[in-house]
């Protein structure tokens, strides 16, 4: 892990936060590279979910949410972890995670529950000190609205993006007329006051999620949810596969009724593989009618669909829920490799190509005036035909490859000095490292058809 996060920190895709004036713990920020491929990631993901189907619509709901609608979901009563202080250093841990780590099985396991287990086999801190009783921690992260101290009140950041999906519903219903089933989508950060962020960007307290409210008619019986369940799994193990990430470093969890959400009948984890462990990579849940009908019970308003012949009712829920920041390891991972070329070691990343954050090197093979304007004018014509290039000039041409492989450019176009007479340039594969001569007419079509 740490020689990916070297390479992610080196070559531009991810910085510690707040470097210069010594960090922020566990915030990142995204560099050149890595937004370029965080935004491939939503942009084919809202491509694939909203644009492309026409049963589902998008939504950018407000960050900051009335407060009620967290009194509402349930939010600010039962929306915590188990927390327990080392009495010495005072430094906090989950207590579900140190049982874990005693070979505890937590799943399905209460609050005091935990506790008794913690107390029976005498969990101790890391660091072998005693620790003080647990206690509900609440995950909301708490902030100010107003002009002044004394006129302010206290809000919340959201720590999910689904319920604007919710609240909204009403709105939505009366602006697009759509008949049920139909979705709705977002891409948007929450945030989570955890007890104990880590392993890099996989978990944060500042996060961004794609989400999916899928709206079904009331199941009469089990097996009308459960095909549309089962439809969802598919989707997602279909946008998994397109990510490049291997299947048998996929585990589907059946999440016990222990460890579901109260009003979920069923839910699935996709997990992956991680270097620190099996860890949740996307989840799949059916909420039921949970969410509606409590803001219709709070708000007062009616959130019930109409249909055709007059009926109403409240529309029951099937939700994906995709973690971009989770995805970006998870492909990162995935695509990261090293091996032996020439008695030398090659760093690839080998991305999909369509998740790449530079497509395509340009790669003059001298500082000659003529070839580097003939790099400007292949950088130009890729540019209008909407392909991220780059031109690089430094260093031998062995070792521009080099750089190209690390950071996953799928290929490398190489002018030289040949090119001025034959009108042909080298372009080469990142995988293969095969190379071949192509023609300069054409070779914007003969990429693209490549790259996308």
Known sequence: MEKITSLLKRRGFIYPGSLIYGGLQNTFDYGPLGVEMKKNIKDEWWNRFVRRRSDIVGLDSAILMNTKVWE???????????LVEDKITHERFRLDHLLE????????LSFEQMIEKMKGKNIKSPNGNELTDPRKFNLMLKTSLGATLETSSDIYLRPET????????????????????????????????EITPGNFIFRTREF??????????PPKEDKEWMEVFNTWQKEMEKWIEDLGILGSDIHILDVPEGERA?????TIDFEYEFPFGVKELYGLAY??????????RESGQDLSFVDEDGKKFVP?????????DRTMLAVLVSAYDKEQVEGEVRTVLRLPNWLSPIKVAVLPLSKKEELINLCEDVLRELSDLGIISEIDITQSIGKRYRRFDEIGTPYCVTVDFDT????????????????ERVALTGLGKYLKEKVF
């Open 316 to 324: 029951h829920v099937i939700e994906p829920t995709f973690g971009v």
């Open 420 to 435: 001025l007479e034959d009108k042909k340039v080298t372009v080469r594969d990142r995988d293969t490292m095969k190379q």
């Open 162 to 193: 689904a319920q604007g999906m919710f609240v909204d519903f009403k709105q939505i219903l009366e602006s697009t007329r759509k008949k049920i089933p139909f979705g709705v989508a977002q891409i948007g950060k929450a945030f989570r006051n």
């Open 101 to 108: 780590q005693a070979g505890t099985k937590i799943g399905g």
């Open 287 to 296: 909420r039921g009618d949970f969410d509606l009908q409590n803001h219709i």
């Open 72 to 82: 509402a979901s349930g939010h600010l009563a039962e929306f915590s972890d188990p």
């Open 262 to 266: 109260h009003y979920s009948k069923k």
């Open 208 to 217: 961004e999620q794609m989400e999916i409210e899928y709206f079904i008619l």
